[in-house]
């Protein structure tokens, strides 16, 4: 019913349907109120109910939301965008990630006249059966057999993969940070993302950043960007919106022309109000002070939870950037003691997962982190005469 947000992966008694949200709270159907730190699993970058994100959403569906084209807000957004992230040059919108990365894999297949797409083991791109894990159910041998598999951050892993896909190679696919489930967030090496640049451009091929997660979070710009290292092309979504429905795909002039020959439509695609939502959003987000304020939040967090660990005498990982931390348990490789600890934080009331990073948005102020880590210092407690 709910995909990868499948309540059975929660603590029982986790709530499973909510009523309302505002700045960092939100408040499931039996009037419980919790400190969101999932962020509707990353959408929500300044606050549940902004009220100039949402001031601009009525404004434009008040005139139309779905006419029969795009209102000028569509333009407004595409200057926007590529005013602010460095390597785009025109943008294509849609709804959700898998909308925006599969468009960048149809516009590289397009480009190139090829058809292999390379993608890291486990990294996650969205529902479509082309990045789909194989033995997937639903998805036949053959819609996965274009997308072999490198490991994120090891050259050689990825020199093997560019190597069997030999003169096929369409594209690299790989996320700024990996983040996947069930483990520390890593940060790219430098050099990973060096060497990535540099087969695409020895061998042809195109390189896309699949920045549906990180995209404002880490730099506005472009996730690489204080790498110097530019993709051909990005996929956004998540908190381009604040919570409003819409992706984008970006990118360089060059590939301009194969984005116009490939299929890229749907009935709510140029919707206005998401738009201008986003427009509302990412006029904030290119905002110095935003990301250092959630910064300092995220950092007093994470060490915060280092410290309570310690006190406690328990051994974890915290990972990843402040803005999306995570923390892991050290030896609970079924994730049993971090969903004790979650269930422990959320009867507290902080909203956390055990197996997913978290988020943070800009109206996480020091006294809302405060009182999370007066909630998990009770959790680690717990953890500790559970242990």
Not at 251 to 274: C, D, K, M, Q, Y
Not at 281 to 290: F, G, K, N, V, Y
Request: charged letters at 20%; hydrophobic letters at 45%.
């Amino acid at each position: 019913m709910f995909g990868h947000k499948n309540v059975a992966r929660l603590p029982r008694g986790y709530p499973q349907f909510f009523d309302r949200g505002q700045g960092a709270v939100i408040w499931d159907v039996d009037g419980r109120e919790y400190v969101d730190m999932l962020c509707s699993w990353g959408p929500i970058l300044l606050g549940h109910v902004d009220p100039e994100v949402e001031a601009a959403a009525s404004t434009a569906a008040a005139r139309g939301d779905c006419l029969n084209g795009p209102s000028p807000v569509l333009v407004e957004l595409a200057e926007l965008l590529t005013d602010t992230v460095a390597h785009a040059d025109w943008a294509i919108f849609s709804k959700n990630g898998t909308d925006a990365t599969g468009l960048a894999v149809a516009v590289a297949r397009a480009e190139t006249g090829r058809g292999q797409i390379l993608m890291a083991h486990g990294a996650y791109h969205g529902i479509a059966p082309w990045s789909a894990v194989p033995g997937t159910p639903g998805v036949l041998d053959q819609e996965v057999s274009s997308t072999p598999r490198y490991d994120y951050n090891d050259i050689e892993s990825l020199e093997r993969a560019v190597d069997r896909a030999g003169t096929d190679l369409a594209a690299i696919v790989v996320t700024p940070i990996r983040h996947e489930v069930r483990r520390d967030l890593e940060d790219v090496k430098p050099e990973f993302a060096t060497r990535s640049r540099e087969l695409c451009d020895r061998l042809g091929a195109v390189l896309i950043l699949d920045e549906v997660r990180c995209g404002l979070r880490t730099d506005p710009r472009g996730s690489w960007e204080p790498l110097g290292i530019r993709p051909d092309l990005s996929a956004w979504s998540k908190a381009l919106g604040n919570g409003h429905p819409i992706a984008a795909l970006l990118g360089i002039r060059a590939l301009e022309h194969a984005a116009t020959t490939v299929s890229a439509t749907g009935s709510f695609w140029l919707n206005s109000a998401p738009m201008a939502a986003a427009v509302a959003t990412l006029t904030r987000a290119r905002q110095a002070d935003l990301l250092t304020s959630m910064t300092a939040a995220g950092s007093a967090f994470q060490q915060g939870l280092r410290d309570q660990a310690s006190a406690h005498g328990l051994v974890v990982s915290v990972s990843g950037p402040a803005t999306m931390p995570f923390m892991t348990f050290d030896g609970d490789d079924d994730f049993d003691v971090a969903r004790v600890w979650a269930a422990a934080c959320a009867e507290r009331g902080v909203y956390l997962h055990p197996t997913h990073n978290w988020f943070l948005s800009a109206a996480h102020s020091p006294a809302i982190i405060s009182r999370v880590l007066d909630a998990t210092d009770l959790a680690f407690g717990r953890v500790a005469a559970w242990s």
